[in-house]
């Protein structure tokens, strides 16, 4: 069974979340609404090529809580704090004790002002991926061999079934949504990439492939919801990320480059305040474009730099210690 490492990954997750910053910092308009897909691609590639030993399966939620959890909780109950202190400073959440229950436990909701998005607001995508780690649980508890199949099955059944029969329910309404199949994608790189990265093919076509859906993803496509993501945004981040992984599937990198890549997920919940506070010092200083780059360059290190502790604590030692107290492992 190949063991290799696979480091483009965390190159291409640095990439997708300085993305995501730029979308949400506001600097290019909407480009960079595409990060999120990248990384749902690679969350649903990294499921079943992580799980390929079903000996290393066990506990496989409760490793997933501890890895996912904490830091959310951490962030969500701060902002809560603030929301109470200061609500007008928020667009989109509020400080209601039911949003926020909701919010710790993935529970999707609408709130008064008509956002669905719990009170952490980049938190929304916790909400799917957690959704779909349950059905690939579920998958590998029927089949180990055949997990990937069963969950992309159970996933496309039930967005079907939210299209038959267009629950009024908002729960099943959020959760039986076609975006979820962005995962299920993760799960076909995953089987085009273990088929074909034996195969000899010519590194330039790999390239044009690379190039090309890259280049669609340039296009702002924010106003692409359901069907129309999947098609705009989703198809061409997963050329972009099976072309990367045929490039450079056994290409090393720097390993700070590497280490930055596994801190994506602190930077991710990070940047939603880091990008507010570059829009409002933008705002409040009136910079023009040139100054605005300078700035927002500093805010995106800055962030690099403040999710390396948090990850060392959040997604270090805390699951470490929390594993060994539950799970009885001393290693992750």
Request: glycine share 4%.
């Amino acid at each position: 069974m190949e063991t290799r490492r696979l480091e483009i990954l965390q190159v291409i997750r640095i990439a997708a979340a300085i993305l995501i910053m730029v979308f949400h910092s506001g600097i290019a308009g909407y480009h960079g609404f595409c990060g999120v897909e990248i990384f749902n691609i690679i969350c649903g590639f990294l499921l079943i090529y992580s799980t390929r030993n079903k000996d290393k399966t066990n506990n496989f939620i409760i490793k997933k809580i501890i890895r996912i959890v904490p830091l959310y909780w951490v962030l969500t109950l701060f902002t809560y704090v603030l929301l109470l202190v200061k609500p007008d400073a928020f667009l989109m959440s509020e400080a209601n004790i039911v949003y926020l229950f909701k919010s710790l436990f993935f529970i999707p909701y609408k709130n008064s002002l008509g956002f669905n998005v719990p009170i952490l607001s980049v938190g929304w995508f916790l909400n799917y991926e957690m959704f779909f780690i349950i059905i690939f649980y579920i998958a590998m508890r029927i089949n180990h061999k055949h997990r990937g199949l069963i969950a992309s099955l159970i996933t496309l059944f039930l967005i079907i079934l939210g299209y038959v029969f267009n629950f009024k329910c908002y729960f099943f309404e959020y959760y039986f949504n076609p975006y979820i199949f962005e995962y299920v994608f993760g799960i076909m790189a995953y089987h085009v990439y273990d088929y074909l990265k034996n195969k000899n093919i010519k590194s330039i076509f790999l390239y044009i492939i690379l190039i090309i859906y890259s280049v669609c993803l340039v296009i702002p496509t924010y106003d692409a919801f359901d069907y129309g993501r999947l098609i705009l945004i989703a198809v061409p981040a997963f050329f972009i990320v099976i072309s990367s992984l045929l490039l450079f599937k056994d290409a090393k990198f720097n390993k700070n480059i590497v280490y930055l890549g596994g801190v994506t997920f602190s930077v991710y919940l990070l940047e939603y305040f880091s990008t507010a506070a570059f829009k409002v010092v933008a705002n409040i200083l009136n910079l023009n474009i040139t100054m605005k780059i300078i700035l927002f360059i500093i805010v995106v290190i800055g962030t690099f730099i403040c999710a390396i502790p948090v990850a060392k604590i959040f997604e270090d030692k805390l699951p470490k210690f929390l594993k060994s107290k539950f799970l009885k492992e001393k290693t992750i």
